[in-house]
Nanobody, 115 residues
Framework: QVQLVESGGGLVQPGGSLRLSCAAS????????MGWYRQVPGMEREVVAG???????YYGNSVKGRFTISRDNAKNMMYLQMNSLKPEDTAVYYC?????????WGQGTQVTVSS
C-alpha cells in the first residue's frame, strides 16, 4: 500500500514560480514509474511530467522548458519545480505512482496563477 501527499500549491502571479512536493509512504523503488498530473474542473486529467520505470523523464508539451521534475528515492519524495507560470497552469495537481498493476494517487494540491 502506498499513500501520497502533495504540498506546495498556492496562489502565484503570472511569471512566478512554485515547487510542488509529493511525499510517499510505503516502499517506492527507483524502478516505479511516478508522475505529476493536473486537472481543471470539467476537463480530463492531463499529464504534466513523469518518470518512466526506466528512469527517463518526460513532460507534457505545454510545460516543456518551464517545469522540472525530480525525485529523491532515499526520501521517497518527488518534486515539480514550476517556473514562468501562466494562468492556464491553474489546476489541481496530483502525483501518482505505479507499482505493479496498482496506481496510487494523492489528494491533490491547488495551484492558482492569477494577478
Amino acid at each position: 500500500q502506498v499513500q501520497l501527499v502533495e504540498s506546495g500549491g498556492g496562489l502565484v502571479q503570472p511569471g512566478g514560480s512554485l515547487r510542488l512536493s509529493c511525499a510517499a509512504s510505503g516502499t517506492i523503488f527507483s524502478g516505479n514509474a511516478m508522475g505529476w498530473y493536473r486537472q481543471v474542473p470539467g476537463m480530463e486529467r492531463e499529464v504534466v511530467a513523469g518518470f518512466s520505470s526506466g528512469g527517463n523523464s518526460y513532460y507534457g508539451n505545454s510545460v516543456k522548458g518551464r517545469f522540472t521534475i525530480s525525485r529523491d528515492n532515499a526520501k521517497n519524495m518527488m518534486y515539480l519545480q514550476m517556473n514562468s507560470l501562466k494562468p492556464e497552469d491553474t489546476a489541481v495537481y496530483y502525483c501518482n505512482v505505479i507499482k505493479g498493476f496498482d496506481i496510487y494517487w494523492g489528494q491533490g494540491t491547488q495551484v492558482t496563477v492569477s494577478s
